[in-house]
């Protein structure tokens, strides 16, 4: 299944569950949007629950705010380019959001304080996707957002989980940056469809998972990222390297945890990001913050979309050789 046809089909889960739940954004509704992830829902839903809006990346998510007090569910799209212009209002809009929702005081104090205005009667959930392309680097403006669950999926599986767990609580607000090289990206697993007796009750993909266990080195990365490193670590696997690569599904609420076990087992960590600053720089540095007495090497920052996945297996070998 291609990752694009799991978006697909997570969205026409939704709207077929939650009857009040609609598709808004940039050409989603007559062209199916820039990669086609919504085509045919137009004709299956209706125009009702599937709209075009003007390219506004700040309007579109406008619109989803006052579907959702309305208590619909709403998966918005947003152009890739749209969304790197407005990103930083995009963020804003957002925290605005789950402020007055309460989410922002549950997700820092975990409970709502006793004092706190009521909300509004239940709102409906966003769902914001956004085809992120090369060199966008949105994950840091997104990552930021308080409250908000941003997800990178480089799976079909994950992108699936994440859309669906998406709309299951009421208020919040979950990011999903797809990145444009994936869309077509094919897995045999299909044993996802249809998890759930509900589309509320689809778990959310893992917070991060093990792609391959390493000995040398292991490489951090998310989204397109996890097909470079893959590819790189079975080239320096043939010279007789063994590197680990652990795909970050999530790049919200970041738990260091687990990064600092891998990076206890092989004392080398290479984080792979789009560009060498942002988040990629600051997921290096938490790691630091995290490992420092575990790691033989100083953490390795790779813009894999700026120098190229030769650069990625370049690093790899000097972290390793280190």
């Known amino acids: 299944m291609l990752q694009v046809e799991a978006i697909r089909a997570a969205i026409t889960r939704v709207l077929t569950e939650r009857r009040d739940a609609v598709v808004i954004g940039s050409d989603v ?27 506004n990346a700040s309007a579109i998510f406008g619109f989803a705010r006052g579907l959702a007090l309305a208590g619909r569910d709403v998966i918005c799209e947003v152009a890739p380019e749209d969304a790197l212009r407005a990103a930083t209002s995009l963020a804003r809009d957002a925290e605005r959001w789950l402020g007055q929702q ?11 304080p006793s004092d706190a205005p009521p909300a509004h009667a239940p709102p409906g959930a966003i769902v914001l996707r956004i085809p992120a392309f090369r060199g966008s680097d949105l994950e840091s403006t997104m990552a930021s957002i308080p409250g908000a669950t941003v997800f990178s999926p480089a ?55 093990q792609v391959r266990p390493g000995r040398d080195g292991t490489v951090v990365t998310w989204g397109f990222g996890v097909i470079e490193a893959a590819q790189a670590a079975e080239v320096l696997a043939a010279e007789g390297y063994a590197i680990g690569v652990i795909d970050l599904v999530q790049l919200s ?38 490992a420092f007495l575990s790691l033989e090497a100083p953490v390795v920052v790779v813009a894999t979309e700026r120098d190229g996945p030769g650069a990625l297996v370049a690093a790899m070998r000097a972290a390793a050789d280190y």
């Open 29 to 55: 509704a007559l062209h199916g949007g820039p990669y086609r992830a919504t085509g045919g829902l137009l004709a299956e839903f209706g125009p009702d629950r599937v709209l075009d809006l003007p390219r």
């Open 102 to 112: 309460g989410t922002f005081v549950e997700a820092t104090y975990g409970r709502r």
């Open 155 to 209: 799976r079909p599986a994950d992108a699936y989980a994440a859309i669906c767990a998406g709309v299951a609580k009421p208020g919040t607000v979950t990011v999903v940056l797809e990145h444009e090289n994936l869309y077509r990206g094919h897995d045999d697993d299909t044993s996802f469809l249809g998890a759930g007796d509900d589309v509320g009750e689809v778990a959310p993909p893992l917070a991060w998972r």
């Open 253 to 290: 609420s970041l738990s260091t945890d687990a990064l600092k076990r891998a990076a206890e087992t092989t004392g080398r960590v290479v984080v792979a990001a789009s560009t060498g600053a942002g988040f990629g720089a600051e997921l290096a540095y938490a790691l630091t913050r995290a």
